[in-house]
């Protein structure tokens, strides 16, 4: 049978949404031309603060003081997960050389860049992963210089937790400033900061429009639009614990999807019951979040078997994807699409999100059909190398001669021409693209 919605979104995450990339071209355009001073002043405007914007070591600290023991611990444990999981992804790639034809040698060696900017959004909520998530992989990948930037709340500046955790998974400089003037801070290299070669993490429709005006001069994680989420049930999952999921991650913001996705018709008529009053038991300003974006985005979606939900889930390609069903090795094989895997009930969207090791900053808006998250990749240049002998290079500038005659490029040609004549000055070369 065809796709069933028992549920369908009235909107999109680019419904209603305003033309921001004309106010972000001109903050970014001020602040290249007027340096610090500029930044200041859209520090004082936007973040209302006009504290310290490079934190001391005596600042760091006394931060680092006002989180509870408790937190500290919990803030260590993460780290010391997703620097594990960094650290085995780093080593899936490795330098190595190969002889591609008798004495030409090429081959491959990873660089990590010089400077990575990582943005931790500090408005709404704290997002303490998000610092462990782009700074712990920064220094796994063995950058030189990691600068974390978070907004400052009014009158008191950076959340103590995340200068903590900054510092702790190896933050060289944290900066007290927040949206488009604090990209552009590590951007620049404004306050005495590195220019930044990448700039990482999640933020507000400005920071990510920042971010995709600045590609290209440097580089970026990926192109980011509001979270979304998708759960895979059948018959056997718990639909409370669906409920609970969808409101979960319903709550980052009024304009987040949740998807399910089903071939139970009683489950997903159970969950949609249950998800409104889950919704109403959260706090104020979470239950409004998730509310909008259950009413306005969210979809419940009924399938004839699980190789129509699985094709379904690959089509919305989420940047979350959670698995409740029967057989879970088979949908690991099956699914293409997404950002990060959840398999079974026993793990959930919030662990990848904070603790578990993987990590939280993902592809949304589809863009799961072509790239993966950041990890610790993101941060290193995969390069190319070559030497030859001059036996090796001879059946080589023969190939590169004629190609490059063929596409009408004689200066290249001419570069293989006079190795040839150096090299092997008694052999008439037929260099020629004819016969």
Known sequence: MAREYLK????????????VSA??????????????AKALEYAAKFDRYEGNVVLTEAEIAAAAAQVPEKVKKDIQFSHANVKRFAEAQKATIEDFETEVIPGLIAGQKTIPVEAAGCYVPGGRYSHIASAIMTVTTAKVAGCANIVACSPP?????????????AHLCGADKIVAMGGVQGVAAMTFGLFGLPKANILVGPGNQFVAEAKRILFGRVGIDMFAGPTDSLILADKTADPEIVAADLVGQAEHGYNSPVWLVTDDRALAETVMKRVPELIADLPELNGDNAAKAWRDYAEVILCADREEMAATSDDYAPEHLTVQAEDLDWWLDRLTCYGSLFLGEETTVAFGDKASGTNHVLPTSRAATYTGGLSVHKYMKIVTWQRATRDGARPIAEATARISRLEGMEGHARTADIRLRKYFPEVNFDLSVEG
Not at 9 to 19: E, F, K, N, R
Not at 23 to 36: K, N, P, S, T
């Open 153 to 165: 709340r009014p009158g008191v500046g950076v959340a103590p937790a995340i200068i903590y955790a």
């Open 8 to 19: 369908k979104a009235d909107l999109t995450p680019a419904s209603g949404a305003s033309d």
């Open 23 to 36: 106010i972000v071209q001109g903050i970014l355009d001020d602040i290249e031309a007027g340096g610090d």
